[in-house]
């Protein structure tokens, strides 16, 4: 059986990759039930 393994680390909002991946789980906690159950808008 193959053991999965998670890093954690900080990450680089100058890194287009990083800054997207933030900002979705941002999104993704706004448009929640106990968030704005919205969208953030695009100027966020």
């Known amino acids: 059986m ?3 393994r998670i ?3 900080e990450a680089d909002l100058f890194d ?3 800054s997207e991946a933030v900002l979705s ?3 993704s906690y706004a448009r929640d039930p106990m968030g704005m ?5 695009k100027t966020v």
Request: charged content about 45%.
């Open 2 to 4: 193959k053991e999965n």
């Open 7 to 9: 890093t954690v680390r």
């Open 16 to 18: 287009s990759k990083d």
């Open 25 to 27: 789980v941002l999104d």
């Open 37 to 41: 159950k919205k969208s953030l808008p």
